[in-house]
């Protein structure tokens, strides 16, 4: 039996909840599943679909990580016939019990954002104490992996293992009909899924059309996601006088959200360094190539490991208006967006789940 103690999972939106609930799925092949998550609005649902055992806990949120931990504490002993914990972020181990974890492997997941703590503070100090309870670290990029070794990680456990994917399914016809009323006529067609933040490039994006504008009179920009960020955002549309050209859309299917994937001509996100805040993958590219979709990314992060420069998109200076502006317009010169999308859609195919759960389970035997 496998358990998984997390702090991100489905129906919650994000990129980590994707990959627990990825995980999680693919899992299942390998022996059954328990899960202890938190409660959402529509878990029930959701739980429903899959045969996995969950325990989702709710309350107070500062309670409710030391209950969740205590739950999972008398769990690990009460069952000696786990074969391994996995969990999503340092803090699902902090209040674990490490003499409930012997004989067992224990892995941890680590992302950019959530080891990125100045050497020495207290939360760094944290993070490494907790994390030293694991036998494996698993880091979701090359990048993830530098920062982590940097930040004081023991890197000799860290073995990277990029967030999977699931098996490409073409979009529902009613679905495709719907993207192509919204694309009409324009090119190119530009997308972005992400959370509306900083460090996703979403604002510079939407200078650089406004740049392009001139170049390509019937470019069209669609940003699907929600965040903290989305007032700024339309209101810089707003000012730029583009409202006829970007639309912000989220609350959608995700079978909607593929046919849109599919009916553009480029995935956007040149990611940036914000704060402590920094692009560790980038799924959402994997997820584009699916779809024989290209992408630009950002230098900062560990976009080069979702996109092969020059060959399944490019890489820019998120910084850099300019380079952003250079690497959209570069890209439809010559149809070489057509070329880097073969490729793209080639290169998505070694991040499905059914091949990325492999190497977990080459470290837990």
Not at 48 to 77: C, E, H, M, P
Not at 112 to 123: F, T
Not at 179 to 185: P, R
Not at 214 to 238: A, D, Q, T, W
Request: proline share 3%.
């Amino acid at each position: 039996m496998f358990l998984i103690n997390t702090k991100n999972f489905p129906p919650e939106l994000g990129g980590m909840q994707v990959l627990m609930g990825g995980l999680s799925a693919a899992l299942l092949k390998y022996g059954p599943v328990k899960i202890f998550a938190e409660k959402h609005n529509n878990s029930n649902t959701y739980d429903k679909k899959f045969q996995w055992d969950i325990t989702r806990v709710s309350g107070i949120k500062l309670f409710r990580k030391f209950r969740k931990a205590n739950l999972v504490n008398n769990y690990l002993k009460e069952n000696p016939s786990i074969k391994a914990l996995i969990a999503d972020h340092w803090k699902s181990l902090e209040y674990i019990d490490k003499k409930s974890l012997l004989n067992k492997k224990t892995l941890c997941l680590i992302h950019s954002k959530e080891i990125n703590h100045p050497a020495n503070s207290r939360l760094n100090k944290r993070m490494i104490e907790s994390i030293s309870k694991a036998n494996f670290i698993i880091s979701n990029s090359n990048f993830t992996k530098r920062l982590a070794k940097n930040n004081g990680i023991d890197v000799n456990k860290i073995k990277v293992i990029h967030p999977g994917i699931d098996f490409y399914e073409e979009p529902d016809e009613n679905n495709i009909k719907a993207a192509e009323k919204i694309f009409k006529d324009s090119f190119p067609c530009l997308i972005t899924v992400a959370r509306f933040d900083k460090r996703k490039g979403h604002d510079k994006t939407i200078m650089a059309i406004r740049n392009l504008k001139e170049k390509f009179p019937k470019i069209k920009y669609v940003c699907i996601g929600h965040g903290s960020e989305e007032k700024n955002l339309k209101k810089l549309v707003h000012e730029l006088n583009l409202e006829n050209i970007v639309i912000f859309m989220n609350n959608i299917n995700p079978d909607f959200k593929s046919a849109l994937i599919k009916k553009s001509n480029l995935f956007v996100m040149p990611s940036i360094i914000y704060k402590k805040s920094v692009e560790g993958f980038g799924i959402a590219f994997i997820e584009a190539g699916q779809h024989g979709i290209p992408s630009i990314g950002g230098e900062d992060g560990g976009a080069s490991d979702a996109i092969i420069h020059n060959k399944t998109g490019l890489i820019c200076n998120g910084n850099d208006l300019d380079s952003i502006y250079q690497s959209i317009k570069n890209i439809f010169e010559e149809d070489k967006y057509l070329i880097f999308g073969k490729n793209a859609k080639e290169f998505s195919k070694q991040f499905e789940w059914s091949k990325i759960i492999k190497k977990y389970i080459e470290l837990l035997n």
